[in-house]
């Protein structure tokens, strides 16, 4: 296949939606494509330069047909009523994704939660009529997509955060002592008040009392016990493998 | 979150630890039928083998070496890892009827049967005979299958993707970006998190200042 990735993707068909070539104060309707022309018309504006983003203050998106209040933007394209299946192209990966500026990221996720509004529309009416929903796989690839965007959107905000403050997690959190004697992490809950005014997180124990000693013995010993005996099961099942295929690799 | 993660749970197969895989898939009505909750069937064992090992993958022209149709190539349909299974096209059939009805004895068709592993071998595509494999590393790096008599190099059977497109014949639909603008790079690294730059460019000012709160 084609050896480098560039190749492949300018071969791969690419994505669900429209170009994100819109100024930035536009209010998003589907008047992508007339912007870009009305900005096109105006070469007066820093023709030179890439003016992706022109100011837009002079100009007014022109509604041709009736706008039912931006409804339609539930519904999919006129044409694609009543087919079976939906031709849809693939999602956004995190590598392409990754080369996206944070403006392009939040108008991405927008389109992609309108797609998927519409989309679970048309899924909610097809239960309601009992008949299947052309190409539901398209619901996959926006999930897909917007959970790869969340996760760019998150690495971005943690290395910020590491290299201006060195907190790991967003979420303040730390190691506490519980009842039964395990250390775990206790992620902080957002309060009104402070500690030593909370009645009920005053009646929390972040100790272990000592009556509950004879328990993690207990728990020792059973956490031990299992082990072993995982350990052995495992032992005897490889031996078992051993046997019966004699030329098989050691690891399982 | 809970209520999704408690839909999620339910909506997967939870499958017993020995579960025995069969030619349907487990969430279908044949292979619950095969394979009743609460029952357990005789155990079969699996030779493991490790994924880096496998090299039979579906497309492949392969050739039998044991089994009623010994000696006869043809091409890897299915592939089934839990049971080193292999499926091919047409070889190794028996028959039996489909689409039974009480007054029709259904369709005569012939089924294939899988075969495992062992019993099959990738072919040389220099001259069309049985050959072991072994994994090489390129000059590249690119891990590959070589033949061990010939020392030529197998390629990797084009399979189809599973959403069905075909990268060669694709053309974009009205929703789709084009591979321009998808490639395009215009992430620039700043000390602004995503929030402040979108405020900056939507002008938006936030004058509201956060309520005093606590964590705990």
């Not at chain 1, 070469?43 to 837009?56: K, Q, R």
Request: proline share 5%; hydrophobic share 35%; net charge positive.
């Amino acid at each position: 296949m084609a050896a480098t990735s560039a190749g492949r993707v300018l071969a791969l068909c690419k994505q669900f939606h429209n170009v994100v070539r819109i100024s930035s104060t536009i209010p998003s309707q589907n008047t992508g494509i007339c912007l870009t022309k009305s900005s096109l018309a105006r070469p007066n504006l820093l023709a030179g330069a890439a003016c992706h983003i022109c100011p837009v203050v002079q100009c007014r998106p022109l509604h041709t047909t009736i706008s039912r209040m931006g409804l339609e933007e539930f519904f999919d394209l006129p044409d694609n009523w009543g087919e079976s299946t939906v031709k849809s192209g693939a999602p956004w990966t995190v590598t392409l994704l990754r080369s996206k500026s944070n403006e392009e990221l939040h108008k991405l996720w927008y389109l992609l939660l309108k797609e998927k509004n519409m989309l679970l529309t048309i899924e909610q009416e097809a239960k309601r009529q009992r008949v299947s929903m052309p190409s539901p796989e398209r619901l996959k690839k926006i999930e897909r997509s917007m959970q790869r965007l969340d996760k760019v959107v998150e690495e971005r905000e943690t290395a910020l955060r590491l290299l201006q403050t060195g907190q790991e997690y967003a979420r303040p959190a730390d190691w506490r002592r519980n009842l039964f004697g395990k250390v775990v992490w206790h992620r902080f809950r957002e309060y009104a008040i402070p500690w030593y005014m909370n009645a009920t997180y005053k009646r929390r124990r972040f100790y272990t009392p000592s009556f509950v000693k004879p328990h993690i013995r207990l728990r020792m010993e059973k956490n031990l016990r299992t082990r072993a005996r995982q350990a052995d099961l495992e032992k005897k099942q490889l031996a078992k493998l051993k046997e019966k295929f004699p030329q098989m690799k050691a690891s399982s | 979150m809970r209520l999704t993660a408690f839909l999620s749970m339910a909506a997967k197969v939870v499958l017993p630890k020995d579960y025995r895989y069969g030619m349907s898939r487990p969430w279908t009505e044949a292979a619950k039928k095969r394979n009743p909750l609460g029952k357990a069937r005789r155990k079969v064992f699996i030779e493991p083998i490790a994924s880096q090992d496998w090299s039979v993958f579906k497309g492949d022209t392969v050739e039998i070496l044991a089994g009623k149709d010994k000696g006869k190539q043809g091409k890897v349909v299915q592939v089934i890892r839990k049971r080193n299974w292999v499926v091919l096209e047409g070889l190794n059939t028996h028959f039996r009827y489909i689409g039974k009805t009480w007054d029709y004895r259904g369709t005569y068709i012939a089924s294939e049967a899988p075969l495992l592993l062992e019993n099959v071998t990738l072919i040389d595509p220099t001259d069309r005979k049985a050959t072991q494999i072994e994994w090489k590393f390129t000059e590249e790096g690119e891990k590959v299958r070589v033949s061990s008599r010939t020392g030529r190099i197998i390629p990797k059977p084009i399979s189809e993707r599973c959403d069905g497109i075909v990268t060669q014949q694709w053309k974009d639909g009205p929703k789709d970006t084009s591979p321009d603008d998808t490639l395009e790079k215009t992430y620039v690294p700043s000390l602004k998190t995503l929030e402040e730059e979108v405020m900056e460019r939507l002008g938006i000012q936030e004058q509201r200042r956060p309520r005093r709160s606590y964590w705990y």
